[in-house]
């Protein structure tokens, strides 16, 4: 059995990284300081409807996260940011605008990540066009009042997607995938669908990515039962004219044609960047220098960030990754954690 009683670990950020990583250690009786800058847990998934891959509700899984973290030892710090922790012989303190606000023997970082700020991509006129919005906008739109979609009344009669906004593009600075827009808009696309069946719902792609499991299901579901059409192609431009909608101005790289489509909503894919309250540890550089992500001291093996005894990292903050990937991230953190200080 796995006995932790004499280790003190602390888990800073309360999305399903951090929950599943604060749970794991708790489980393996270690004593657990919980930390977020919010004053609730759950992280992006408290903005989020429904999940691929089984479109089971962010709410369903938020409830199991709250359930088991409120049935086992925690002691939850939230509305506490920690931007920094320092090391002292084998202590780790942990400070928040500059003030200490707790010690611990090992610290996994679990801080996610942001939304690209699409309003760089200016070519497509978000924050200056209402009906120009992202993934995460649609997100909580879906979430909390769909009827936002109509348009006087009336269902929206199309709808566009525009995949890799800020990842893959080198002008933003951002060369890597993000993995996980591509089988947001599909599943955002069918939402629509099951809203609006009579709405046309158009996917521009470059190509798409549909890794994980039950996503290429997802997919073909997409396209024979909800008839969402996808094309190949590179939106340049969007613009509204005098009734509101966007037009866009595309090419269909296939066919290689030029396109020019009316839309009531166009929905823009946005990456998953580094989080801007990533903790600083020491003076250490530990996040990538290409991506700013943090970087783990082997890629293979280990979550421990590079060069950091007793500080690992899990979930988003190390790069995209869906939320059964950050789960499994954050059980392993604390196993890795916990094999560290037994062995220190
Ligand atoms: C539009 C969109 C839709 C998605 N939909 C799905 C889906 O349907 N299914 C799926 O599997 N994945 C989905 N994902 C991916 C999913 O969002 C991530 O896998 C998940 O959020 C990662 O969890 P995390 O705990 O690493 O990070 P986060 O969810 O970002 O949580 C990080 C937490 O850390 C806190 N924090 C940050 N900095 C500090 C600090 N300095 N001090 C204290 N606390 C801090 C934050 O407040 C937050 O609570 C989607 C991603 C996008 C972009
Ligand atoms: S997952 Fe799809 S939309 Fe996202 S960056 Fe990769 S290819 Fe583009």
Redo the contacts with the bound molecule.
């Keep these: 059995m796995l006995d932790g009683r004499e280790y003190r670990i602390t888990v ?8 599943a990583a604060a749970i794991s250690a708790a489980a393996m009786s270690m004593e657990v300081d919980w ?4 004053n609730r ?6 903005d ?1 409807h ?4 089984d479109r089971a509700t ?1 709410d369903q899984i938020l409830a199991d996260f709250d359930g088991r973290t409120d049935a086992i030892e925690i002691k939850k710090h939230f509305g ?4 920094r922790i320092e090391t002292d012989n084998r202590q780790l303190i942990l400070l ?1 605008d500059n003030k200490i606000v707790g010690s611990a023997d090992a610290v996994i970082v ?6 690209f700020d699409a309003r760089l991509k200016e070519e497509f006129g978000y924050g200056i066009y209402d009906h120009v919005i ?3 906008d ?2 909580k739109i879906l979430k909390t009042n769909p009827e936002d979609l109509r348009k006087e009344g009336a269902d929206p009669v199309s709808i566009a997607f525009v995949h890799c906004v800020g990842s893959r593009d080198q002008q933003a600075g951002i060369n890597y995938c ?1 993995r ?2 591509c ?2 808009g599909i ?2 696309a069918i939402g629509i669908k099951e809203l609006f069946p009579s709405c046309k719902v158009v996917n521009f792609y470059i190509d798409i990515r549909a890794f ?1 499991s039950g996503y290429e299901e997802l997919y073909r579901e997409a396209q024979e039962k909800y008839k969402i059409q996808f094309i190949r192609g590179r939106v340049s431009e969007a613009s509204e004219n005098q009734q509101h909608r966007i037009l866009l101005k595309a090419e269909d790289t296939l066919m290689a044609r030029p396109l020019k489509l009316t839309v009531d909503w166009l929905v823009l ?4 960047v580094p ?1 801007c ?3 600083q540890i020491d003076n250490h550089q530990c996040t990538d220098q290409e991506t700013g992500f943090y970087q783990p001291v082997n890629v293979f093996t280990g979550s421990r960030i590079a060069g950091l005894p007793g500080i690992f990292m ?4 190390g790069g ?7 789960i499994a ?2 059980r392993s953190a604390a196993m890795e954690a916990w094999q560290y200080l037994k062995d220190r």
């Design positions: 800073i950020g309360a999305g399903p990284a951090g929950a930390y977020d800058k919010e847990p759950g992280g992006k998934l408290n989020y429904q999940l691929f891959p962010a506490t940011a920690v931007n928040s679990a801080t996610g990540f942001d939304f992202t993934s995460p649609l997100e993000s996980l827009c089988i947001t599943r955002q994980g894919l946005v990456g998953m989080s309250t990533q903790v899990a979930g988003a903050c995209p990754m869906s939320i059964p990937e950050a991230s954050g």
